[in-house]
T-cell receptor, first 118, second 113 residues
Framework: NAGVMQNPRHLVRRRGQEARLRCSPM?????VYWYRQLPEEGLKFMVY????????ESGMPKERFSAEFPKEGPSILRIQQVVRGDSAAYFC????????????????FGPGTRLTVL | QQQVKQSPQSLIVQKGGIPIINCAYE??????FPWYQQFPGKGPALLIA?????SEKKEGRFTISFNKSAKQFSLHIMDSQPGDSATYFC????????????FGQGTTLQVKP
């Protein structure tokens, strides 16, 4: 059973370009979360999605960042007009279906995409 | 109020020692407390988790101790090995339907042979 898959693993962009990060959740998982990790820091929540719905985007910057989890295909985190401060590791996690308070709370992380903005 | 404070920032122990990492929180609405292990260049891996209705949980060499009244929880690694050298993060999740994990700042553990 494959784990959470993310691609690309490394992404280099110049200032002003767009970055698209993809995440395929574990088989059977219907909840996807995106986190950002700056060097030497902990992970910061960005957004929580279910299929075709954004449930909680309280951690997303107001501008340039967007996320989607379409009915078919992977979840996408999109960063428009990247700046040097966007350089970080972006992790996707997924959890199984169900109610909060049960297995749905267990989040499994992918290997991350390391974004470098030149 | 949504912070989780983790200490120490770094820790060095000898092989066989028992490193202890501590976390504290303020928000009593947190009801799920996982610990993650992260190796350089890798994603965090779920190690063990606890809910407030129990005071201790053990899985293999990893034990969580939970003190609900003090709003603190800690990770103990029994018989630590050099392969346990990694960064450890505690986290907390709010009761209800939110999926937002609030992470501590991390502890870098080095286990010397």
């Amino acid at each position: 059973n494959a784990g959470v898959m993310q691609n690309p693993r490394h992404l280099v962009r110049r200032r002003g370009q767009e970055a698209r990060l993809r995440c395929s959740p574990m088989k059977g998982h219907s909840h996807v979360y995106w986190y950002r990790q700056l060097p030497e820091e902990g992970l910061k929540f960005m957004v929580y999605l279910q299929k075709e719905n954004i449930i909680d985007e309280s951690g997303m910057p107001k501008e340039r960042f967007s996320a989607e989890f379409p009915k078919e295909g992977p979840s996408i985190l999109r960063i428009q007009q990247v700046v040097r401060g966007d350089s970080a590791a972006y992790f996707c996690a997924s959890s199984p279906p169900g109610l909060a308070g049960g297995l749905r709370d267990e989040q499994f992380f992918g290997p991350g995409t390391r974004l470098t903005v030149l | 109020q949504q912070q989780v404070k983790q200490s120490p920032q770094s820790l060095i122990v000898q092989k066989g020692g028992i490193p202890i990492i501590n976390c504290a929180y303020e928000n009593t609405a947190f009801d799920y407390f996982p610990w993650y292990q992260q190796f350089p260049g890798k994603g965090p891996a779920l190690l063990i988790a606890i809910r407030p209705d129990v005071s201790e949980k053990k899985e293999g060499r990893f034990t969580i101790s939970f003190n609900k009244s003090a709003k603190q929880f800690s990770l103990h690694i029994m018989d630590s090995q050099p392969g346990d050298s990694a960064t450890y993060f505690c986290a907390a999740n709010l009761m209800g339907n939110t999926g937002k994990l609030i992470f501590g700042q991390g502890t870098t553990l080095q286990v010397k042979p």
